[in-house]
Nanobody, 114 residues
Framework: QVQLVESGGGLVQAGGSLRLSCEAS????????LSWYRQAPGNERELVSTITPGSNTAYSSSVKGRFTISRDNAKNTMYLQMKNLKFEDTAVYYC????????WGQGTQVTVST
């Protein structure tokens, strides 16, 4: 059974930083493609960032240069370091692990105050 446990969300002022973590179990983590998504109220879920098994990364244009995705295969954990947070980054953030099907974390709230 695949389980993804997220942590690290919270309330932060604009310009601040947060780091999200997502620990996985029940999956061959080192071979999985890992992603972070987010969903703001009234909006569809959107892809924020992806890291491949080979550690190639990709980012949405809205977060590029501010967010960094990473993985620690020894700990079965993925991270999203978020810097220079903006009000519009407020959303529920979800981790996702795909190998071969996609599994989702429970979501963690990130709220950026102005």
């Amino acid at each position: 059974q695949v389980q993804l446990v997220e942590s690290g969300g919270g309330l932060v002022q604009a310009g601040g930083s947060l780091r999200l973590s997502c620990e996985a179990s029940g999956i061959d983590f080192s071979r999985a493609t890992l992603s972070w998504y987010r969903q703001a109220p009234g909006n569809e879920r959107e892809l924020v960032s992806t890291i491949t098994p080979g550690s190639n990364t990709a980012y949405s244009s809205s977060v590029k240069g501010r967010f960094t995705i990473s993985r620690d295969n020894a700990k079965n954990t993925m991270y999203l370091q978020m810097k220079n947070l903006k009000f519009e980054d407020t959303a529920v953030y979800y981790c996702a692990v795909r190998h071969p099907q996609q599994y989702w974390g429970q979501g963690t709230q990130v709220t950026v105050s102005t």
